[in-house]
């Protein structure tokens, strides 16, 4: 019997401000930051996890994280493992950490953090990454608040109903890859493209025919890469270009309601699949007006980045405001959240698209869709991952892209959740004692 | 010219659990806590400010008060105050800390404080209590996300429509006071009562018919309090008493969305004026459709004690979610984004009656009901506000409750925002190093 002994916590903070990455109308001078977990037990079974901030606070997601991770210390992991939307509830279950949120925020992502460790634990003891834990997923997610749009029985139909051609999935994904996308402006190697807007409708424009003039010359795509068949364009509708190409502009909250609306009709001309984070996170009913005003346009909506619990996916579905669901793998409180989210999305019918980049993002969502594809949705025609390739070298076991720019499967069974950082990483980076912060300071 | 050189940051829990005030379905084992600031300047201009907490996380929020404080060290008081709008948009807008709400949780509450403690010192600079600066408020309100709900210039035109009677409405409250009602389980001196509910539905119904039977008594008055005027009675609904007193029940969230339209469909037989917190505080369209459930038994909803920001309480009226706009003093980001939910209530035609209790709640809400009848709403006929006796002793200019059960107007010129606090209770409860904790630990 293995018990949860204590923990490690680590404030890493990656100096990307000074490259500009990441930057955008909302979110500027980011530091790539990481309030990493590691889990340590009686045995020599650890689990890591993480979640993402851009720099500044991450130090009090990582005290927090701490309030969080004491809940679990001294459990035995087999009693955990077995039923983990149970752990799931009993760990959101404090009544005064709840008052500091609840459910959203900083103790929210803490917990994200937590519960992401205790799987990545989970799937180490039992030799296999992540992604292949699917079995028992019902049992897994996390049902409180939203019995009104799904229950459990019906997430367990729609789960029976993709088990039949599940081995026949996992072996086509094994073979090709999961679909990839870029955001990283300019850099123009990929078939589907996500343009930045927001600071300038002109301007924005005029970026924009440039990069639906590459995306849609077959000549321009990456050597061996083939264009999407025939089949994906349909399902990805009117606004893939010849090849099948797609682009998705993104605004980041940047607008109110009827600014999203006049502003980005204003770009019909490019034929974005969506327009991502027209307003405020939290407005559901916004994102549902803004996706009726721009209809008539071709362009749909897409959000999920800063959608902080199941509660607000719930209702963007039922409210019908989005197109595509883009869950983040740490804003949600763990896998055991986003479960419930990718369950909600299959019975609504709504794609989902994680959310990746930062740090660390891009090593988790892999296995979040390979999830989704193999046991809930059975689909990753109309869907794609996105894809920033920086960052990953601080991880043992980092995400690659094969030849065709799809994810590869990831296969070692001792890598868990993807998450764990070299210990050099760490050392260098740990904010603000690490060697790289120590030496930054001693220039100044 | 004053600026600000510089804050202290104080971590206060008081021994609430060991009484069990506050004690409800969702938030068990309470210590109540405040998590204070004081800005100081370089002349004798201080301002005091916190936000509430139930215990455990009071030492988070005290690091993120100090995260955002930090943004207006350095700055003219002058500058702030001249627009305290734009001052609430620029304390607010760290790319940084706004990725780990954003407006939202730990990092917004913690703004509440930050916000509160600027407006204590503005009210200070002008030797008036807070609710006197009600000039320029269409300028202190924050508008970002809610202009498809309500534009400045409709604003504007509420406030110009009150403006006439304002000084008639200021005597009135002043000579009766503002009224409340009482959350104290069993403590049934007021004539309005609210009830916590979930636990047991029979039990729920047994103890909903004696507190019925009781404020439906006018011999149970307090001595010299008279029953609600016949005007009052009708504005207040048909589940308003004989005696004009309302029955509230409170569920703090404990149920799913059918759940609470079954439960509290079982209890029309005490006629509530409304059910808070039926589900999870996220949940607009979940409270729509309570509401709509719970329309033929005559039972309204209310919510907001944990409405995180303005978009939330714009969707909630914008859906017709609820009959009762329950904001909390600081868990919206203080003085400047309550006014823009007090501007959309009143727009929407819907009674606001702030969540109080705690520690400082009551101090500050008063201010606030205050600033809404008068400027805005104009009515407080439908209104009350939450009283709970408890802990006012720590604070320099306590709230008070007049012989008719009504709250007393503030109207010390040096009290600000009423929430400063003796310097000897600080120095007793700040946690952990506090004369009080130091002795709990020494007797284990």
Chains 1, 2 share one sequence.
């Not at 988790?364 to 594809?373: A, N, P």
Request: with cysteine; hydrophobic share 40%.
């Amino acid at each position: 019997m293995v018990k949860i002994t204590g923990y490690e916590i680590h404030d890493v903070r990656f100096p990307t401000s000074l490259t500009g990455d990441g930057t955008d109308a909302m979110n500027t001078e980011c530091d790539y930051s990481s309030a990493y977990i590691s889990f340590l037990t009686d045995s020599d079974l650890v689990g890591h996890g993480m979640t993402f901030t851009i720099g500044r606070g991450n130090d009090i997601v990582c005290i927090a994280i701490k309030e969080v991770a004491n809940r679990l210390v001294g459990k035995e992991t087999e009693e955990l493992f077995a039923n983990m939307g149970k752990t799931w509830d009993f760990m959101m279950a404090d009544p005064q950490l709840r008052w500091i949120g609840p459910e959203k925020g900083v103790i929210h992502i803490a917990s994200g953090a937590v519960n992401n460790a205790l799987w990545d634990m989970y799937a180490r003891s039992r030799s296999k990454p992540l992604w292949k834990l699917i079995e028992e997923l019902v049992n897994s997610a996390a049902f409180r608040y939203i019995s009104d749009a799904i229950t459990k029985e019906e997430a367990l139909a729609t789960l029976k109903e993709k088990e039949a051609e599940k081995k026949e999935r996992e072996e086509k994904v094994r073979e090709l890859g999961y679909p990839a996308y870029v955001t990283s402006a300019g850099w123009l190697g990929y078939s589907d493209e996500k343009m930045k807007v927001g600071a300038d409708q002109a301007n924005d424009l005029r970026r924009g025919l440039i990069i639906r003039s590459i995306i849609d010359d077959p000549q321009h795509l990456p050597a061996g890469q083939a264009p999407r068949d025939l089949n994906s364009e349909a399902l990805r509708g009117k606004n893939a270009g010849p090849t099948g190409a797609v682009l998705m502009i993104d605004a980041n909250q940047v607008w109110d309601v009827q600014q999203a609306i006049d502003y980005v009709k204003g770009l019909e001309a490019i034929k974005p699949w969506f327009i991502e984070e027209p307003t405020a996170p939290d407005d559901i009913l916004g994102h549902a007006a803004i996706r009726k005003g721009l209809k008539p346009y071709g362009i749909g909506v897409a959000t999920g980045e800063h959608a902080h619990n199941r509660m607000v996916f719930k209702q963007l579905l039922q409210a019908e405001a989005i197109d595509v669901v883009q869950i983040d793998s740490c804003r949600l409180a763990g896998v055991s959240e986003v479960l419930s989210v990718l369950l909600m999305a299959a019975k609504f019918g709504v794609p989902v698209c994680p959310h990746a980049g930062g740090v660390g993002l891009c090593e988790y969502v892999i296995h979040l869709s390979l999830i989704d594809y193999i046991a809930v949705s059975g689909s990753m025609e109309r869907n794609v991952l996105e894809f920033v390739d920086h960052l990953h070298e601080h991880f043992v076991t980092p995400c690659s892209i094969n030849k065709n720019g799809r994810y590869n499967v990831p296969t070692n069974p001792n890598e868990g959740y993807s998450i764990e950082m070299h210990k050099a990483s760490i050392a260098e980076f740990e904010w603000p004692h690490g060697s790289y912060w120590v030496g930054v300071k001693a220039k100044k």
